[in-house]
Structures are given as C-alpha cells and as structure tokens.
C-alpha cells in the first residue's frame, strides 16, 4: 500500500488561504470517510486538526477545514498565520488488510 | 490531562532486538484501541499498528512491512503498551510514538506521545 499523495509545499502569505490536497485511490480516501489530518511542528509530535474528513475537535481553530471529492481529500487553512507553518499529514483507513495510510507530508511556509 | 509517554528508545545494532514501552495515564486505558507510528528522520508517518480493547478481543493488526518482525501488546493492569521489535534493520531508524486510536468507533488518533527514538546501526 502506498502512502497517499501530498504536495511537498505549500506557501501563503499571512492572512491569505491556502489548500493542501491529498490524493488516493478508492481503496483508501474514495472508499471511506475515516480521513484525518495533522499538524507537526518540527521536533514536536503531530497534533489531530481534523477527523472524519471535515469534522474539527475541540479547541482546533475554526481557520481549519477539510472536505472530499472523490478519492481527494483536502485541507484548507484560510487567515494564514505565522504559527500556521509546519508539516501537515492526511490519513485514511485503507481497509481490513492495509489499515491505515498516512500521506507523503505536505510543508506549509508562511512566507 | 491524558498523557502517553514512550520509553526503551536506544541504539542498537542490525539484527538486534528492542522493547519499547508506552505509560499511560489519565484516560481509560482498557477501553482504548493503541497504536504505534514511526517517523524516519526527514520522513513522513507510518502507522505501525495497534491492539484493540480486551473488551474487543484484544488482538492486534499489524502494518505490511512489520508484521512478523514487530509484536504489539498491552497491560491492562499497568496502563501499559508495548512494541517488540526483533531482526532490526538500519531502516528501521525512526522516532516511534504512542497513540490512542484509531479504532473503537474512532478512525483517528486524537492523542500522541512524544516519542521514542530508535537508532539501528552498526
């Protein structure tokens, strides 16, 4: 099972918006509703921003979102803040036998 | 405030075994699905993979590329969680996290450790 795909970067200016995409096939993101995304800091541990594709847990800012189209899932973080820059992760179930893909990493520059 | 801490990261040699243990505290640790998921340096995520509740049957799905090299297990009684590494190769250097989830009605991991870090080398 391959990892899904991310763009290596992504950059925005601060307050502007930016999407990250993630992309996989209908084994994985297309076949399930179980997509999660994550923040890391570097040398820090990732941190859940979104579950269930588009859900937010609590204390997440509202900046973040997330949605899908077909076997693409993305993220977008609108009002871009200097805090914002840090590798960004999608997952997915993958089913009974693979279990669970992380995709390739997507670094987000505040510029 | 619920808290995993990883231990038992060191170097070790190709070939060698490691244990790496998993305290957690402040959550219901018997009704929690556990997982682990590495970070090679400079590298993105793996899920490893995880154990499920005793109440769910307790047994363990396991990632493609470990499986039968790593061995995941729990201690309820000690609110602990633990990855048996054994044949390590120098790929296997990674920083390794505990986490809750996903799994038991949850597709997600909503908590991480800080991690562990593994160095196999010669």
């Known amino acids: 099972q391959s990892a899904l795909t991310q763009p290596a970067s992504v950059s925005g200016s601060p307050g502007q918006s930016i999407t990250i995409s993630c992309t996989g096939t209908?084994?994985?993101?297309?076949?399930?509703?179980?997509v999660s995304w994550y923040q890391q800091h570097p040398d820090k541990a990732p941190k859940l921003l979104i579950y269930?594709?588009?859900k937010r847990p609590s204390g997440v800012s509202n900046r973040f979102s997330g949605s899908k189209s077909g076997n693409t899932v993305s993220l977008t973080i609108s009002g871009l803040q200097a805090e914002d820059e840090a590798d960004y992760y999608c997952?997915?179930?993958?089913?009974?036998?693979?279990?669970?893909?992380f995709g390739t990493g997507t670094k987000v520059t505040v510029l | 405030e619920v808290q995993l801490v990883e231990s038992g990261g060191a170097l070790v040699k190709p070939g060698g075994s490691l244990r790496l243990s998993c305290a957690a505290s402040?959550?219901?640790?018997?009704?929690?699905?556990m997982s682990w998921v590495r970070q090679a340096p400079g590298k993105g995520l793996e899920w490893l993979g995880r154990?499920?509740?005793?109440?769910?049957?307790?047994?363990?799905d396991d990632a493609a590329p470990v499986k039968g090299r790593f061995t995941i297990s729990r201690d309820d009684s000690k609110n602990m969680l633990y990855l048996q590494m054994n044949s390590l190769k120098t790929e296997d250097t990674a920083v390794y996290y505990c986490?809750?989830?996903?799994?038991?009605?949850?597709?997600?991991?909503?908590?991480w450790g800080k991690g562990t870090t593994v160095t196999v080398s010669s």
């Open positions: 986490t809750i989830g996903p799994g038991g009605g949850k597709g997600y991991i909503d908590v």
């Open positions: 402040e959550f219901t640790f018997t009704n929690a699905y």
């Open positions: 154990i499920k509740s005793k109440t769910d049957g307790g047994t363990t």
């Open positions: 209908s084994s994985d993101v297309g076949g399930y509703n179980y």
């Open positions: 269930d594709v588009s």
């Open positions: 997952c997915s179930y993958a089913g009974i036998n693979t279990f669970y893909v």
